[in-house]
């Protein structure tokens, strides 16, 4: 089994608003991330936590705040975000051993 | 500065014949490759991988070819099929993935 889950699957936003995306995975993997694709683009690390801490925040804007509950969990929350932020974005997993990274499908986030 | 390089954005192939795609990049310490194939609105699939102490990796109709000295790796698909219309990206081990830009491929009927 190597699913990644997300959800909403889709979301829309104003700026004012503080909403959240979730990611669960139950392969056992100990790093999840963060990713922002934007459209033509390569996905963009946003953050990486490893063994539930946060290992790697790439200069990712405070309004955007990670958090690992839990082994299985990530969550990201959002808050006065811009209308540049709109993109697809993406949660990952992959044995701490391992490069390989599996994603979930996205969550396609349009901020109006 | 580009580490991860893909330099066709796009690749249109007959279906039944092989799709090529080409990968380089410039770090030679980069030590595990992977592709992955994306559909527009969903996240990346894995497809394949190959570790830098390989030259050649093969899984179904997937084959990954690394030519370390050239640092060039190649991703050929056999035969080429419809549902294999996707972008699809090459990706190198540094701890992180480090990307290239995608090459779109379009099966043609």
């Known amino acids: 089994d190597t699913e990644v889950t997300q959800t909403p699957k889709h979301l829309v936003m104003g700026m004012t608003n503080k909403k959240s995306l979730k990611c669960e995975q139950h392969?056992?993997?100990?790093?999840m991330y963060w990713y922002k694709q934007k459209a033509k683009k390569p996905p963009e690390l946003m953050f990486v936590?490893?063994?539930?801490?946060?290992?790697i925040n790439e200069s990712v804007p405070s309004r955007f705040s990670p958090e690992c509950p839990n082994s299985s969990l990530l969550n990201l929350h959002l808050h006065a975000l811009q209308p540049e932020d709109s993109a697809l974005y993406l949660c990952?997993?992959?044995?701490?051993?391992?490069?390989?990274?599996?994603f979930g499908p996205g969550t396609r986030l349009t901020v109006l | 500065d580009q580490q991860v390089k893909q330099n066709s954005p796009s690749l249109s192939v007959q279906e039944g014949r092989i799709s090529i795609l080409n990968c380089d990049y410039t770090?030679?310490?980069?030590?595990?490759f992977l592709w992955y194939k994306k559909y527009p609105a969903e996240g990346p699939t894995f497809l394949i991988s190959?570790?830098?102490i390989k030259d050649k990796n093969e899984d179904g109709r997937f084959t990954v070819f690394l030519n370390k000295s050239a640092k060039h790796l190649s991703l050929h698909i056999v035969p080429s099929q419809p549902g294999d219309s996707a972008v699809y990206f090459c990706?190198?081990?540094?701890?992180?993935?480090?990307w290239g830009a995608g090459t779109k491929l379009i099966i043609k009927p």
């Open positions: 770090n030679s310490m980069f030590d595990y």
């Open positions: 936590y490893s063994y539930e801490k946060l290992s």
């Open positions: 990706a190198a081990s540094d701890h992180q993935l480090i």
């Open positions: 190959i570790s830098s």
């Open positions: 392969m056992g993997h100990r790093a």
């Open positions: 990952a997993s992959s044995d701490s051993q391992r490069p390989t990274q599996y």
